[in-house]
């Protein structure tokens, strides 16, 4: 499997479990107050963004429509400002961004020679 796969399966397993850990919650307020799953979330944010600087430039060319350093750019503001982080601009991005970032990344493994 080359880092390509690995990385890419890897962010595709980090949303599947932000996903889950926040599939309870109806509003940015309820996730925010459910701790344990905001927090878990939160590393999966870093794991995420961790990856696409595993990714090959090849990749991140070829696939110039995903917002690469926005999703480096957030992993760090979540790395770094962690209590700084907007519950609602959070929940924002999992509910309208991830599906279409999951969906580009499963598109990129099913179509591309990795």
């Not at 927090?39 to 999966?44: F, G, K, P, Q, S």
Request: net charge negative; proline share 2%.
């Amino acid at each position: 499997m080359s880092n390509d796969s690995l990385a890419l399966l890897t962010i595709i397993e980090s949303i599947d479990k932000i996903y889950l850990y926040s599939n309870s919650s109806k509003t940015a307020d309820d996730f925010y107050h459910d701790t344990k799953s905001f927090d878990a979330c939160m590393i999966h944010f870093i794991n995420i963004g961790e990856m696409t600087t595993r990714l090959s430039d090849n990749i991140k060319e070829s696939y110039s429509n995903i917002p690469w350093k926005d999703i480096k750019d957030f992993r760090n503001l979540v790395s770094h400002n962690y209590f700084g982080i907007d519950a609602d601009e959070l929940w924002d991005i999992i509910t309208n961004h991830l599906p279409r970032l999951k969906t580009s990344i499963s598109n990129i493994l099913q179509n591309y020679e990795l």
